[in-house]
T-cell receptor, first 116, second 113 residues
Framework: SAVISQKPSRDICQRGTSLTIQCQVDSQVTMMFWYRQQPGQSLTLIATANQGSEATYESGFVIDKFPISRPNLTFSTLTVSNMSPEDSSIYLC?????????????FGSGTRLTVV | QKEVEQNSGPLSVPEGAIASLNCTYSDRGSQSFFWYRQYSGKSPELIMFIYSNGDKEDGRFTAQLNKASQYVSLLIRDSQPSDSATYLCAVIIAGGGADGLTFGKGTHLIIQP
């Protein structure tokens, strides 16, 4: 199965600043997914990143707040912009490494963000 | 609104017994269904997925899908203390965000030694 490296693993940031989270996969994948897990909550899909095109954002998430880059088939970044304490969450990237007809949605280890 | 519903628990089961976790979904267009296990402070781990009506078995785990009732469950046989975790149900909804997953809130399972 694929190995997903996500960094930073955690950070404490001042409100009004921005943080860029990196996700590196050890194999080429078409889609990369970014999720948010707020404290005590489940995962919510932020956006889907396809190499060579603009990311597709879910309802409630906008590009200005969560810009995403996808420069190649193994790497993506998510930026949390103009942060407020409400952005304190765990952010996770995910890829589907399943074979044809199979599914293997795997998650990175997550970035625990605290905004003060 | 497309929703995935789970009982948050905690669900307490004695060691060696069968743990039964349930999940309902609102969108009849949902195509594939996943169960993840998440330990505290860790990222979710895929246990198994199912997309056809009926049962699918993998070791001590059995997923059951009933699309007519919009219901999917996970059975854990011979429960072990190491199975204590939060179990997340997730679905792929047809026409959803390029095959991203929609998650339920999770069921906290406690296996009592």
């Amino acid at each position: 199965s694929a190995v997903i490296s996500q960094k930073p693993s955690r950070d404490i940031c001042q409100r009004g600043t921005s943080l860029t989270i990196q996700c590196q996969v050890d194999s080429q994948v078409t889609m990369m997914f970014w999720y948010r897990q707020q404290p005590g909550q489940s995962l919510t899909l932020i956006a889907t990143a396809n190499q060579g095109s603009e990311a597709t954002y879910e309802s409630g998430f906008v590009i200005d707040k969560f810009p995403i880059s996808r420069p190649n088939l193994t790497f993506s970044t998510l930026t949390v912009s103009n942060m407020s304490p409400e952005d304190s969450s765990i952010y996770l990237c995910s890829v589907d490494v399943g074979a044809t007809g199979d599914y293997g949605y795997t998650f990175g280890s997550g970035t625990r963000l605290t905004v003060v | 609104q497309k929703e995935v519903e789970q009982n948050s628990g905690p669900l307490s089961v004695p060691e060696g017994a069968i743990a039964s976790l349930n999940c309902t979904y609102s969108d009849r267009g949902s195509q594939s269904f996943f169960w993840y296990r998440q330990y505290s402070g860790k990222s979710p781990e895929l246990i198994m997925f199912i997309y056809s009506n009926g049962d699918k078995e993998d070791g001590r785990f059995t997923a059951q899908l009933n699309k007519a009732s919009q219901y999917v469950s996970l059975l854990i046989r011979d429960s072990q203390p190491s199975d204590s975790a939060t179990y997340l149900c997730a679905v792929i909804i047809a026409g959803g965000g390029a095959d991203g997953l929609t998650f339920g809130k999770g069921t906290h399972l406690i296996i009592q030694p």
